[in-house]
């Protein structure tokens, strides 16, 4: 992730790890066998950013989602190792601010920008399967007075009215939103 991330600065990109690696951020280690980044670019952007990822060294694929994915696409990252990072070329729903609320980390002398708390989380309800969920519940669980409340449920209404009820859920507070 840290070699993808510095990819994306050259290229004048901004991202957000998300997925397991933020989960462990936010206090919460769980397996995965790949990176995961949000990468708010324009289906145009995405192909130059393929390019330049090519032109690195790694083996990328561009995969486009129908009109109704939530996922407009998704550039699979591969190195000669077999280590995959998986950037998401934007999320519906999205906060456009997201990517000022992320948290720096430094990862072997690299500094990346993981996704904030809350946003983590909103992102989580969305996606709405079992283990997004049980994340998302781990995570307020794990410090809930440190969570700005407002943010997390005018993100989590971004997404839709069934994230913000999942939020409320997670919140304890069934039936707001």
């Known amino acids: 992730m840290a070699e993808i991330a510095q990819v ?10 998300i997925g397991a690696m933020a989960a462990a951020v936010h206090g919460l280690v769980r397996a995965s066998v790949d990176a995961d980044a949000l990468v708010p670019l324009q289906l145009r952007e995405a192909r130059t950013l393929l390019q330049a990822l090519t032109d690195a060294g790694y083996v ?5 989602g129908d009109p109704d994915d939530p996922i407009p696409a998704l550039l699979e990252v591969q190195d ?3 280590n995959r990072v998986d950037l998401l070329i934007g999320l519906r729903g999205m906060d456009p ?3 000022d609320r992320t948290r720096q980390v430094t990862l072997a002398g690299s500094v990346l920008e993981v996704v904030g708390r809350e946003d983590f989380i909103a992102m989580k309800a969305f996606a709405g399967g079992p283990v997004d969920i049980a994340d998302a519940k781990a ?7 440190a969570l700005d409340l407002a943010l997390l449920r ?5 997404f839709g009215d069934d994230t ?3 939020v409320e859920s997670l919140l304890g507070t069934p039936g707001q939103g």
């Open 8 to 17: 994306l600065v050259r290229q004048g990109g901004r991202y957000a790890v």
């Open 154 to 158: 005018r993100v989590a209404r971004r």
């Open 60 to 64: 990328a694929e561009l995969r486009v």
């Open 80 to 82: 000669r190792y077999g």
């Open 139 to 145: 995570i307020v669980e794990a410090d809930p007075g």
């Open 164 to 166: 913000a009820r999942r």
């Open 97 to 99: 601010e997201v990517l």
